[in-house]
């Protein structure tokens, strides 16, 4: 079992840049796609981007295309985020979990609260 500890989050203005990190744990870590996910207030939580275990294939929602770059260092068990450009409608909880496609597969992490300003 992958235990996830998300970090990074925090206040930006709209336009700026935030890095988020997962932490794993567990010796399958490097075997496993990851993605990340989030949750504005009263909504459902959506995908965001996906990473194929060896890091070759990536996938985004539209809405993030083109501004948000998923990557992962094996050695280090961690999976990051990269925000450019944040929108006023990032703001949400960002979560990573496992996943099979863009499904989630495992436990939930506490997640990293993410607020852009206009």
């Known amino acids: 079992q992958v235990q996830l500890v998300e970090s990074g989050g925090g206040l930006v203005q709209a336009g700026g840049s935030l890095r988020l990190s997962c932490a794993a744990s567990?010796?399958?870590?490097?075997?496993?796609?990851m993605g990340w996910f989030r949750q504005a207030p009263g909504k459902e939580r959506e995908f965001v981007a996906a990473?194929?275990?060896?890091?070759?294939?990536?996938y985004y929602a539209d809405s993030v295309k083109g501004r948000f770059t998923i990557s992962r260092d094996n050695a280090k068990n961690t999976v990051y985020l990269q925000m450019n450009s944040l929108k006023p409608e990032d703001t949400a909880v960002y979560y990573c979990?496992?996943?099979?496609?863009?499904?989630?597969?495992?436990?939930w992490g506490q997640g990293t609260q993410v607020t852009v300003s206009s």
């Open positions: 567990g010796r399958t870590f490097s075997s496993k796609a």
């Open positions: 979990n496992t996943v099979v496609a863009t499904i989630p597969f495992g436990s």
């Open positions: 990473i194929s275990w060896s890091g070759d294939s990536t």
